[in-house]
């Protein structure tokens, strides 16, 4: 929220990754009352992160389907008023990025499947339409699939250094082209 808040009006932060909107709605609420937007993508659609399709055990986390997911996070954005800063795109997020046209992204944060050929996917899809010196983030430096696909990207790519890995949540900004 408060690398949002720093962020100049007009800037467009994305979310990969939104199950029923915990983080998408504090990055939401960081830009209340500012004309910054925040994309929250996501196809709430069964996927398989490597233990199988996570439909196979929605039950663990209370819910019966993704669609029942999605309609939590439709209520929680009602309920807490955020839908004026929110952009919902019900699609996977190297499909959307293939055709995004919005413009420069200032801040992404990855929190889709942590598959390490997702997470890989997902940082070759967006780490271009971020602009320079902008934040690339994500959940989940715990899991080794995550951490992998980060520090292979940023290998490939010299000039990414991972600069805030902070707790179970990590970080780099895009370095200038
Ligand atoms: C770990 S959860 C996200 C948690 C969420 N950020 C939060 O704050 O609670 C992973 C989410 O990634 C979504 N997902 C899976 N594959 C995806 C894809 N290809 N593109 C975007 N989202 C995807 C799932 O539907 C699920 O909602």
């Known amino acids: 929220m408060r690398q949002v808040r720093a962020l ?9 990754g939104v199950w ?7 990055l939401a609420e960081a830009c209340r009352g500012t004309a910054k937007r925040v994309f929250a993508i996501d196809p709430w659609a069964d996927y398989d992160e490597g233990g ?18 999605y309609q939590a996070y439709r209520a929680h954005c009602r ?26 992204v ?10 390490y050929d997702a997470v890989s996917a997902d940082l070759e899809a ?3 339409l971020v602009r320079p010196d902008g934040i690339v983030c994500g959940d989940d430096w715990e899991w080794d699939s995550v951490r992998r696909a980060v520090e292979d990207f940023v290998a ?22």
């Open 126 to 128: 967006w780490v271009p």
């Open 156 to 177: 490939r790519h010299p000039g990414h250094a991972i600069e805030l890995p902070c707790d179970n949540t990590w970080a780099f900004v895009v370095k200038p082209r």
């Open 106 to 115: 200032s801040l992404v944060f990855i929190d889709a499947s942590h598959h």
């Open 79 to 104: 309920h807490l008023a955020l839908d004026p800063w929110i952009v919902t795109v019900r699609a996977p997020s190297v499909e959307t990025a293939r055709t995004w046209r919005h413009g420069p």
């Open 8 to 16: 100049p009006d007009r800037a467009l932060v994305v979310e990969l």
């Open 52 to 69: 199988g399709p996570v439909s196979g055990y929605l039950a663990q986390y209370g819910v019966t389907s993704f669609e029942e997911v």
């Open 20 to 26: 029923q909107g915990r983080s998408v709605l504090a």
